[in-house]
């Protein structure tokens, strides 16, 4: 059982940056991928990211190609993202999960955290 717990989120104006990191309990061969996905009201969750945490390999959605950035650090079983070039449709409320790394490009979602919210504003 993997617990993760987010925290960074917050209120920001457009074109601001934040950084969220995503805890881990434990770490376990096994779920080497961690993901960040976002929910805004009335949307579905949708990926945002993840990365390998034994290889480093990452991905990136089309909308935050180029503004986001995860990486990892194994010795603090810490996952961040950060976000720069704030946008308002940005906003919407961070999970962090982790899984499986299916090599293909997709990864399981085993476990989630709560989640934070991150707010952009004109």
């Known amino acids: 059982q993997v617990q993760l717990v987010e925290s960074g989120g917050g209120s920001v104006q457009r074109g601001g940056s934040l950084r969220l990191s995503c805890v881990a309990s434990t770490t376990t061969t096994r779920d080497n991928c961690i993901a960040w996905f976002r929910q805004a009201p009335g949307y579905t969750r949708q990926e945002v990211a993840h990365?390998?945490?034994?290889?480093?390999?990452?991905y990136y959605s089309g909308p935050v190609q180029g503004r986001f950035t995860i990486t990892h650090d194994n010795a603090q079983r810490t996952t961040y993202l950060q976000m720069d070039s704030l946008r308002r449709d940005d906003t919407a409320m961070y999970y962090c999960?982790?899984?499986?790394?299916?090599?293909?490009?997709?990864?399981?979602?085993?476990?989630w955290g709560q989640g934070t919210q991150v707010t952009v504003s004109a």
């Open positions: 990365i390998n945490t034994q290889n480093g390999i990452t």
């Open positions: 999960a982790a899984g499986r790394d299916f090599r293909d490009g997709d990864c399981s979602q085993d476990y």
